[in-house]
């Protein structure tokens, strides 16, 4: 017996010593423990597998791994990890497991010697899959509290009759205006919902905050009003421009968000599973134009060239393109940067043309994309350009007649997706609740992300957890919202609608013209 | 060995009965292994018409439902995945396996690069492959801090040895998503982990005798070999590194 076992040695009993805190933080605590592997008072917690020295910290093999978020235990091949919950711990007459091992009820101590050392309280040796633990007396009688409690807590926001959901909607700037448009269409469905009768009886009550001025104040907002709330989930949420501060902190207080407000998801590995995006961003899209260009011959597309404003979402706008050409078995994109803001056409039209690209891909913003193509013009030099990501409105069709028929934008929906079922029941809507007239794309992406999120709730049943939450949506496969293309996630898939449309700008007409039906990138 | 009555079967269902800590070869199906080249014609094949995998190369009858046997046209299909076979005599069952039965297949890295399966991984090594998915929390962790516990005995007892992970659900298991799993159980060089398209991973793990229908029901099983002198034998995977160990020092000093 190593040093390493004999956290649970010397301990007696669970009496709480003056100072220490109450027991519902004591149980979330040892929560955290059980799911994650890891104490939140920082000390660390190793796993040792085995009679083995083979020591792993405890975040690679929590208890939840095994023994469930439910505590029943999830069997796999051959292993079958024990019923955690109290009253299975702690039956009267004793338990008898399977396998034929049989031993008396547990006590608080019989589970910190099981925790700590592999026994049961008949003194047999468990299975040596269970790992033993290390980890400090607090932390001990944290996950021990806990476990009186498993398989009976609910996650936060969800009781007999209610379940709240939040969303981030700015009521300040110049976003104020769509953030009251998203409010209103969020709050009409889910009233809607509720006027049907809820789900599974469970009316579902909508809580908003505002934007804060920078992305880590609405960070701080954000934390606390989860903490303050209890919401269960959060819908349409407002994170563009604060992407890298808002999905790790969902990550780390396990909040899903279905459907936010951003044209740059994060799905890099390790997949943040909290966040569903509903449509591709800038670099799904940008992928959907290489494919494109590479799938048209007449565009005998051989040289790519990007060009980006300087920001760490480009950077990974640029990756995916890189990734896509590798795909597409062509050769890396050339790219060239400017400090955004700062942008001289001329200089940078000047590097283009010594490497003569086929085709650029512009991914700043639409004011620049116009000074480019203005700048292009005066040395009468057209290539074919990809604008992504919406960078620019009807204004694009005031460009130089010479880039007529050579400029290309992406779009994640269209007009076609919306069914005459979705857009009934969105004027149904819009009608009943008085929806503003503006910001209708926002309304509809709003109301996508809704309609997903209650589907999920349904799917999932009364029994509700963000767990199974997740599990239900990484299972939705071509989900009609009637509005948008169909949805579809997956284990490693977090945006919905994978894919684009590409159109080309009609000059003469000044109008946009589809140049492809939808480009699905699965 | 090859008299009446074998029963030559795939080895799915037929797995967790011949799994045991240092399970071994018997002499005589190594010897038979070495005898045979890793292309040979197809004999005459007979199936159930009811359990296509219980396959003979005599007439008779399905040890399942007890069906006569019928003969079988080898398509290029058949020849090309050909079933994994398992002696079984009178006695009990027992574990036959040569580097023959190992297809040649198109397979991906943790790393997205394309290999193929024998010939880069397996041919003229001493290997040991277990199986794994990326969303299996009960007994893929165990497995694998087992294995990087193995990795680095083998490098300190200066044994070359490939380490293999083959993912059960190659469609979730992307090489990227499998990149993240080694890493986070820091796997080191020698170590590869292997998805590829459905199909193609299908008959590499009936090839390998781990197919099984549901992914949370795949044994915690070892293969260890040494294709050099052609030596395979089974192990269990949650068995303690020291065991992991002997049984691979073991095939790699097989002469």
Not at chain 1, 140 to 151: H, I, K, M, P
Request: aromatic share 8%.
């Amino acid at each position: 017996m190593g040093p390493a076992f004999s956290a649970g040695l010397g301990r007696s009993g669970l009496t709480l010593a003056p100072g220490q805190s109450s027991p519902a933080s004591r149980e979330r605590r040892g929560k955290q423990i059980y799911v994650q592997g890891t104490s939140a008072s920082g000390k660390e917690i190793f796993a040792y597998l085995g009679e083995s020295s083979l020591e792993v910290p405890g975040s690679t093999m929590p208890c939840a791994n095994c023994h469930g978020l439910d505590g029943l235990g999830k069997p796999e091949g051959g292993v079958n990890p024990t019923n955690l919950t109290w009253e299975a711990l702690t039956k009267p007459y004793g338990v008898t497991h399977a396998s034929g091992r049989r031993h008396p009820p547990y006590t608080e101590r019989g589970l910190e010697l099981a925790i700590t050392r592999g026994t049961d309280p008949a003194g047999n040796t468990l299975l040596n899959v269970m790992p033993r633990y290390s980890m400090s007396n607090e932390d001990l009688a944290d996950l021990v509290a806990y476990l009186r409690l498993l398989g009976k807590d609910r996650d936060p926001g969800i009781s007999e009759n209610k379940l709240v959901i939040g969303a981030i909607c700015p009521t300040k700037g110049s976003l104020a205006e769509m953030g009251q448009a998203v409010k209103a269409v969020t709050t009409a469905y889910f009233e809607e919902l509720n006027s049907q009768g809820g789900i599974y009886n469970r009316q579902v009550e909508m809580k908003f905050i505002d934007t804060g001025d920078t992305p880590a104040a609405t960070r701080v907002k954000l934390e606390r009003f989860i903490k303050e709330e209890q919401v269960f989930a959060l819908t349409a949420a407002f994170i563009a421009g604060a992407e890298k501060e808002i999905v790790p902190l969902l990550g780390q207080q396990e909040v899903p968000l279905i459907g936010p407000l951003t044209l740059y998801p994060q799905i890099d590995l390790p997949l943040n599973r909290q966040v569903f995006y509903l449509l591709s961003g800038v670099d799904g899209q940008a992928r959907a134009m290489i494919h494109f260009a590479v799938l048209k011959p007449e565009l005998r597309t051989q040289h790519f060239a990007v060009v980006l404003p300087q920001s760490e979402v480009n950077l990974e706008v640029l990756g995916a393109i890189a990734d896509q050409l590798r795909k597409d078995g062509l050769s890396a994109a050339k790219a060239f940067d400017y400090a955004a803001g700062h942008f001289d056409a001329a200089e940078i039209i000047g590097r283009l043309r010594q490497s003569s690209p086929d085709v650029v891909v512009f991914l700043g913003a639409g004011e620049d994309a116009r000074t480019f193509l203005a700048e292009a013009d005066k040395s009468r030099w057209y290539p074919t350009v990809f604008l992504a990501g919406g960078s620019g409105g009807r204004e694009i069709f005031d460009a130089p007649i010479g880039f007529n028929g050579k400029l290309f934008f992406s779009f994640p929906t269209a007009p076609a997706d919306q069914s005459a079922a979705g857009l009934k029941e969105f004027h149904a809507l819009a009608e009943k609740y008085k929806l503003p007239a503006r910001h209708l794309a926002a309304q509809i992406s709003a109301l996508s992300a809704a309609k997903i999120l209650g589907e999920g709730l349904k799917r999932v049943g009364k029994d509700l957890s963000r767990e199974k939450l997740i599990q239900v949506l990484e299972g939705l496969y071509e989900y009609p919202t009637g509005l948008t293309p169909a949805i579809t996630y997956g284990p490693n898939r977090r945006i919905g609608a994978l894919g684009a449309y590409i159109v080309n700008v009609d000059l003469k007409e000044k109008q946009f013209v589809p140049a492809s039906g939808w480009i699905n990138l699965n | 060995m090859r008299s009446k009555g074998i029963v030559v079967l795939l080895v799915l269902g037929f797995v967790p009965a011949a799994i045991g800590v240092g399970d071994s070869n018997l002499p005589s199906a190594r010897g038979q292994q070495k005898a045979s080249p890793r292309a040979r014609p197809q004999p005459a094949r007979y199936a159930c018409p009811m359990h296509p995998e219980v396959t003979s190369k005599k007439h008779g009858n399905c040890p399942k439902c007890g069906m006569a046997l019928r003969l079988v046209e080898d398509s290029a299909k058949a020849s090309a995945a050909p079933p994994i076979e398992i002696a079984v005599n009178e006695a009990g069952d027992s574990f036959a396996f040569s580097s023959s039965r190992i297809p040649d297949l198109k397979v991906y890295d943790q790393n997205g690069n394309q290999l193929s399966f024998y010939r880069d991984l397996i041919k003229n090594k001493t290997v040991a492959i277990n199986f794994i998915f990326t969303t299996c929390t009960t007994i893929c962790p165990p497995l694998t801090a087992t294995f990087r516990r193995v990795q680095q005995d083998l490098q300190k007892a200066s044994l070359n040895v490939q380490l293999i992970s083959v993912s059960v659900d190659p469609s979730t298991d992307t090489p990227e998503r499998l990149r993240d799993f080694a890493a986070r159980f820091k796997a080191g060089p020698g170590w590869t982990f292997v998805t590829g398209d459905q199909t193609e991973i299908e008959s590499l793990l009936q090839a390998l005798g781990v197919a099984v229908a549901n992914r949370n029901d795949h044994t915690p099983m070892i293969l260890v070999g040494n294709d050099v002198t052609g030596y395979w034998t089974r192990t269990y995977g949650l068995s303690p590194p020291t065991t992991l160990l002997k049984v691979i020092t073991e095939a790699a000093h097989h002469k």
